[in-house]
């Protein structure tokens, strides 16, 4: 603990800002502090009690944060503000909650105002993949870009868009819902109400459908060796195609070519300078993203995929934390 402490003594700066970053989930709640530079000073986690009232679990959060700023050293002044990453819809103007489809008990509640009032320090809300983005516009792969979109490849497929250095939320606030572009006419479900959404076929009940399909059909693959307590997941996917699995690969590659198509779309309609892909299925890195560029160059306009980058996330882990933060950033810089 000692080492520990001396450790954060030497990150810390009296002249520098702070900011802190609380990343919302349904069953953990990520909170850390940042300097203007990004790097987090220091980090902790906490569970998310839903048996708790709205009001009780915002209480806590706020309670979880003041603990983690007393033990990092920092002057409270020292922090600008915080921002908070939350799942579902929102309206990040009102700091509201609108509607948490795992946490229902906090829909309706303002979110940002309840833990700011808390904390003392001013409080933002938005979208968490928002968050992600913003993020890396600031501290990771998009610094130095004006024209950027996130993506987050997982359970589903999320976006972010920064336009001429500003997020861009839409009428609704609802812009960057890329994972419900449709790609085929007459596509597969989708549980938003459409057919063919992008993330039916490239999220993780996609990949790993498709990988199940000709793995029936007796194709050879070495996956048995990868699986995760026995099920096939696009972690064990990846992991078997790093290996010189060739079902593992022409999946993934498939996937590739399926998000290229998406981006291609992107491209020609908003003309980014850079595509960052984030989310645990984007650790398949050029497997995927490699299919992808080849797809975008084949279909988009040549001028604009010419000049667009597809790269990987560069936050990792430090993402939810480190983009939260960055809500605040944007806020007050």
């Known amino acids: 603990m000692h080492i520990q402490q001396t450790q954060i003594e030497r990150k810390i700066h009296l002249n520098m800002?702070?900011?802190?970053?609380?990343?919302?989930?349904?069953?953990?709640?990520?909170?850390g502090i940042i300097n203007d530079t990004g790097t987090i000073i220091i980090k902790n986690k906490y569970v998310t009690d839903t048996t708790k009232s709205g009001d009780e679990i915002?209480?806590?959060?706020?309670?979880?944060a003041l603990e983690l700023i007393g033990k990092s050293g920092i002057p409270k002044s020292a922090i600008k503000g915080a921002g908070i990453g939350s799942p579902g819809l929102l309206d990040p103007e009102k700091g509201l909650l609108k509607v948490v489809t795992n946490v229902p008990q906090l829909n309706g509640i303002n979110f940002a105002e309840g833990i700011g009032s808390r904390l003392g320090i001013p409080a933002f809300l938005d979208n968490d993949v928002n968050a992600m983005t913003l993020g890396e516009f600031f501290f990771g792969a998009g610094k130095g870009y004006k024209h950027i979109i996130g993506l987050t490849l997982g359970t589903g497929v999320g976006g972010g868009i920064i336009l001429n250095g500003e997020l861009h939320r839409g009428a609704s606030f609802t812009a960057g819902e890329i994972g419900h572009m449709s790609i085929a006419t007459d596509g597969l479900y989708c549980p938003c109400?459409?057919?063919?959404?992008?993330?039916?076929?490239?999220?993780?009940?996609?990949?790993?459908?498709?990988f199940t399909a000709f793995k029936n059909k007796g194709i050879e693959t070495s996956i048995d060796k990868y699986l995760e307590d026995g099920k096939i997941t696009p972690k064990a996917i990846a992991i078997a195609a790093a290996d010189g699995d060739k079902l593992s690969t022409e999946v993934l590659s498939e996937t590739g070519k399926i998000l290229g198509i998406a981006l291609a779309t992107l491209t020609n309609v908003l003309n980014p300078e850079i595509f960052i892909v984030?989310?645990?299925?984007?650790?398949?890195?050029?497997?995927?993203l490699e299919p992808a560029r080849h797809e975008l160059i084949k279909r988009a306009y040549t001028i604009p995929a010419r000049a667009v980058k597809v790269v990987p996330a560069s936050l990792k882990n430090d993402a939810g934390i480190v983009g939260s933060a960055s809500i605040a950033v944007a806020k007050l810089k």
Not at 17 to 31: C, H, P, Q, R, S
Not at 193 to 210: A, F, M, P, Q, S
Request: proline share 0%.
């Open 17 to 31: 800002n702070y900011y802190l970053g609380i990343d919302f989930g349904g069953t953990e709640i990520k909170i």
């Open 58 to 64: 915002v209480a806590h959060i706020a309670d979880c």
């Open 193 to 210: 109400g459409n057919y063919g959404c992008l993330e039916r076929y490239i999220g993780k009940d996609g990949i790993v459908t498709r």
């Open 278 to 288: 984030g989310g645990g299925i984007a650790n398949a890195g050029d497997l995927i």
